[in-house]
């Protein structure tokens, strides 16, 4: 578990987890932008859930993104991993 925080309009690199998560918006909004569906805006008060090995992206706001997220971390094995454009 932990929190991220987005500066304004700030993205995370392509990538997918190699285990689930659940993240929860504290402040701002988020875009979560998957491979073959319609993005998809998260705002604070929100949630989202991305299964294992799904290639996503993660965009803040115009304000910035505070993220309370929850993993589930395979040990043994890298929780993120880079996927290429």
Known sequence: ?????????????????????????????????VDGQPDRIVHAGESYRMPANVVHVTKAGPAGAKVLATWAWIPGKPFNVAAPN
């Not at 932990?2 to 875009?31: C, D, M, Q, S, W």
């Open 1 to 33: 578990m932990g929190i991220a925080e987005f500066p304004p309009n700030a993205a995370k690199a392509r990538h997918k987890a190699t285990g689930p998560e659940v993240a929860y918006v504290l402040e701002g909004e988020v875009t979560v932008q």
